[in-house]
Each structure stands twice: as structure tokens, then as C-alpha cells.
């Protein structure tokens, strides 16, 4: 079966000050590749990917750590696991935890 992987962000998840274009592309892109999943389920696999830190040139090549940021190859592997089970995921499941505390608090608390 073939599969499409849409690259989106926790940016997307939850708007982050600052960066206003880019969370709303990265809404886009989570919605898009949601919908996709039911339009394409059974035919085509669809998955929103919607990853937290990675050490690329993107977050200045941040090295990997314990709690959220993540090596490039490790966030694959992550997200290659969900691919044909979920719509949309976080990978990783440190990314997983840091999407979970960001939706637990109100915006006035961030």
C-alpha cells in the first residue's frame, strides 16, 4: 500500500506567539492530512505528522536530550510506527508528553 506523510508541527497542535504564519500553515497541514485519512482510509495511508523539537538545522542543530528534543532518525522511527494506525500523530513519544502538557494549560498560563 502506499502512504503519504504530511509534515506539520505541535505548531499546529496549539499556536505559539511569535510564529503566526507558521502555526496557521502547520494548522493547515494537520487538518489537511486528517482529512485525507478518511477520504483516502483503506486505499492510501495518511498520516499528520505533528512533531515536537527535532535537532535539525531548523531548531539550530539543538542536540537531543532527555525530555523533549528528539534526533532526526529516532523521530522517523517514531512516526513510521503510527503510519496506517492514527490520522495524525506526534511520533515520538517525548513530543507526545510535550503536546500533552502545552493542551493541559490555559492560554494565559503560557
Known sequence: MSAIVI?????????IGGF??????????SYL?????WELKGKVDVLAWESGEVSTNLTYNKP??????????LACLAMMR???NESHSAGHIKHKISISNMMMFPDFML
Open 64 to 73: 537531543a536530550d532527555v525530555m523533549s528534543v528528539t534526533t532526526p532518525r
Open 7 to 15: 509534515t506539520s508541527s505541535a505548531a499546529g497542535v496549539r499556536p
Open 33 to 37: 492530512g486528517r482529512a485525507l485519512h
Open 82 to 84: 503510527e503510519l496506517g
Open 20 to 29: 503566526i504564519p507558521y502555526s496557521c500553515s502547520k494548522v493547515f497541514a
